[in-house]
């Protein structure tokens, strides 16, 4: 199981950018996928997760509005759409997944994901 996650960079303070998870050694519609962000100093948060079939997600409130995930099975990847980014939003930010046998169910908690990609960095400036 491999996950690589890419995308990121500097960027304004009212910026977007998109994030990519490629997945790749597994059967893509079987796992869960999760952005998970990790700012110096501070815990990790599960920012939005999105169900093995693309048909539900979550996203946590401090991006709700701002930041869209989505999937496309034919390619393997899971996106991240940040919009009207801020500064509090600047953190390494992760991709991960778990291999789920309920097809819209799905946890946003870092401890049900066994697959980590290695991260890309996100920084917001004022």
């Known amino acids: 199981v491999q996950l690589q996650a890419y995308g990121g960079g500097l960027v304004q303070a009212g910026g977007s950018l998109r994030l990519s998870c490629a997945a790749s050694g597994f059967t893509f519609g079987d796992y869960v996928i999760g952005w998970f962000r990790q700012a110096p100093g501070k815990e990790r948060e599960g920012v939005s997760c999105?169900?093995?079939?693309?048909?539900?997600?979550y996203s946590a409130d401090s991006v709700k509005g701002r930041f869209t995930i989505s999937s496309d099975n034919a390619k393997n990847t899971v996106y991240l759409q940040m919009n009207s980014l801020k500064p509090e939003d600047t953190a390494v930010y992760y991709c991960?997944?778990?291999?789920?046998?309920?097809?819209?169910?799905?946890?946003?908690?870092?401890?049900?994901?066994?697959?980590w990609g290695q991260g890309t960095q996100v920084t917001v400036s004022s």
């Open positions: 999105i169900s093995s079939t693309g048909s539900s997600s």
């Open positions: 991960a997944a778990y291999r789920t046998y309920y097809s819209n169910a799905y946890y946003c908690n870092d401890y049900e994901y066994h697959y």
